[in-house]
């Protein structure tokens, strides 16, 4: 990415102003002597800390006093309108308040840090965070901001229908605008310009996505004061927890292997080493074992280390077609609506099913180790498929289900190779092949958010490229034992001990 020698200066600038602050703030730390905040936008990746030199394991590297950081519980604007904030006495953690401008709210710890960070950011100078709030970003590349032309990119992936928009523009109409606008007095500083509603629409939308890339949870500290990793970055939609903007701590970036961690203490949290680093290297933060998919719908980014946890979601419906192409004339005998509604009757019955690789967690210094390998389908799928075969003998008594739901091999056979044929037509449903794919990838013509929406869709694909090389060789498998038992015992021999399905 080419930076222009005015927006690099300025960059520095504010990178330099934010670093003054924070090694101002009472209580923080900076070892300035082993870490640097550097521009790293030449590989697209925003500013990021690197080590200055050889750092041992378990070294601070930085401390972040908890008065610094941004939440409901440091800004003045609680004090400001309290009725707003008061969401302990309800179980969900959700207000359904009426303050006494009539502004009706219902909020959560999501949208409350919206607010707290559109009133900070409206209070410029005046902010006490305002050289923090200068190095957050003021554009995403989240698919929250793509045109249908980019999304159009992620062809069939799950991730379009994931990207939220329309939810983000309610949640800003109905909760966020009217508390500014029932409280414009407190928003907007004295002598200000007040921002109409489409330009709050604009913030708000900026602190949704800045939030949902930065923040942290803040509560889920266990009794030695440390986190759990995987929900240290938070999506809490649901706003049960207590989310905060921690500075510094925010401009690590991260990946499925890292060499940092933060320690959530009671007065600070602390940036810690986890291995030894070497000079040069990036300190790389956690954001738990995500897809990249959801690294992307979320951060705005993709790795290729990220790709071990790729997931691909399975349509229950084109596993259904394969079981009903396989029925053939035996549909005859079936009423195929009155079968569906008895089994989709069942509570447990699912839309879809999410395929992944067996994969190991990070070890304690953050590294990974083996391969990620798709190793089995999920459970519930199987279980699904038996349901269904059972609502088909109840209602047409056809021969193939009786026989399918007494014989497991039988079972299994069916079950795989109607999951196979699901798993083509699901590959059907993306326009490009993966070859098509990497073709695209080698050109090298593609712009970063292109790039992004081929590695995801590509991901998809390659997993669901391997989860039918799995079934091929259980399907083998199956071939050879049977045939295996058939020398061993005759045609009419007693079946050798059957696999479990
Ligand atoms: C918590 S911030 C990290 C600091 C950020 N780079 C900045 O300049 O403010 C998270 C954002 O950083 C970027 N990011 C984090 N890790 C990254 C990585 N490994 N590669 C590229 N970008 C990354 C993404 O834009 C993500 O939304």
Same mark, same amino acid.
């Given at each position: 990415?080419e ?10 600038d504010? $990178? ?5 602050w ?9 070892r300035?002597?082993?870490i ?7 590989? %697209?990746?925003g500013?990021?800390i690197?080590?200055k ?15 610094a ?11 400001k ?16 308040? +009426? ?6 709210? =219902? ?5 409350l ?24 970003? @003021? ?26 928009k329309?939810?983000a523009?309610l ?10 606008r029932?409280? +414009?007095?407190?928003?907007f ?13 604009? /913030? ?7 939030i ?11 009794? %030695?004061?440390e ?13 049960k $927890? ?13 990946d ?15 940036? $810690? ?8 290297? +990036?300190?790389? %933060?956690?954001?738990g ?6 690294? /992307?719908?979320?951060?705005?980014y993709? *790795? ?8 691909? +979601? ?8 394969e079981l ?5 004339s ?10 569906k ?13 999410v ?7 990070p070890?304690? *210094? ?9 190793? @089995? ?5 199987g279980?699904?498929?038996?349901t ?26 069916l ?5 196979l044929?699901?798993?083509q ?7 490009? =092949? ?8 080698n050109?090298?013509?593609?712009t970063?958010?292109? $790039? ?28 050879n034992?049977?045939?295996?038992n058939? *020398?061993?015992h ?12």
């Amino acid at each position: 990415m080419e930076v222009d020698s005015d927006a690099g200066s300025r960059f520095a600038d504010v $990178t330099r102003n934010f670093l003054n602050w924070f090694q101002t703030r009472h209580g923080a730390t900076f070892r300035s002597d082993l870490i640097a905040v550097e521009d790293l936008r030449g590989r %697209n990746a925003g500013r990021g800390i690197i080590a200055k030199q050889d750092i041992e394991a378990n070294t601070v590297l930085f401390t972040i006093p908890r008065n610094a950081i941004i939440c409901t519980a440091t800004s003045a604007l609680r004090d400001k309108i309290p009725g707003v904030f008061d969401i302990e006495n309800d179980d969900a953690g959700q207000s359904d308040s +009426e303050d006494e401008d009539g502004a009706s709210s =219902s909020q959560d710890s999501w949208t409350l840090l919206i607010l707290v960070m559109i009133y900070e950011c409206l209070q410029g100078e005046a902010s006490r965070w305002k050289p923090y709030l200068d190095v957050l970003p @003021s554009a995403f590349d989240t698919p929250m901001f793509w045109s249908a032309a980019e999304l159009s990119q992620l062809q069939a992936s799950a991730l379009v229908a994931k990207v939220g928009k329309e939810e983000a523009d309610l949640m800003i109409k109905t909760k966020i605008i009217p508390v500014v606008r029932a409280h +414009e007095h407190v928003f907007f500083p004295a002598g200000s310009a007040k921002l109409d509603d489409a330009q709050l629409s604009e /913030l708000a939308h900026r602190m949704g996505s800045t939030i949902m890339a930065y923040a942290f949870d803040l509560e889920k500290d266990d009794e %030695n004061g440390e986190v759990d990793e995987q929900d240290e970055w938070v999506e809490d939609r649901e706003g049960k $927890t207590m989310l905060g903007m921690v500075p510094m701590a925010d401009i690590l970036n991260a990946d499925a292997e890292f060499n940092a961690h933060i320690n959530h203490g009671e007065d600070a949290l602390t940036a $810690t080493a986890l291995r030894p680093i070497k000079a040069g290297d +990036e300190i790389l %933060n956690y954001y738990g074992p995500l897809p990249n998919g959801e690294l /992307l719908r979320r951060y705005g980014y993709v *790795t290729a280390k990220h790709s071990r946890h790729d997931v691909v +979601e399975l349509p229950w419906g084109l596993v259904e077609a394969e079981l009903k192409e396989r029925l053939g004339s035996r549909m005859a005998l079936l009423d195929w609506d009155k079968m569906k509604q008895l089994a989709w009757s069942d509570e447990d019955f699912e839309e879809s099913f999410v395929l992944e690789r067996s994969s190991e967690d990070p070890d304690s *210094t953050g590294l990974l180790g083996g391969d990620a390998i798709f190793t @089995s389908l999920p459970d519930e799928l199987g279980e699904q498929f038996k349901t269904f075969l059972k609502a088909i003998k109840k209602v047409g008594n056809v021969e193939f289900a009786v026989q399918a739901l007494s014989d497991k091999d039988m079972r299994k056979d069916l079950y795989l190779q109607a999951v196979l044929g699901a798993l083509q037509a699901r590959e059907r449903q993306y326009a490009t =092949s993966l070859e098509d794919d990497e073709r695209l990838m080698n050109a090298g013509q593609l712009t970063g958010r292109q $790039t992004m929406s081929v590695w995801v869709r590509s991901g998809e694909k390659q997993l669901l490229r391997e989860a039918q090389s799995w079934i091929r060789r259980v399907l083998d498998e199956m071939r050879n034992d049977k045939a295996s038992n058939r *020398t061993t015992h005759g045609d009419d021999g007693p079946a050798a001990k059957r696999r479990r399905f």
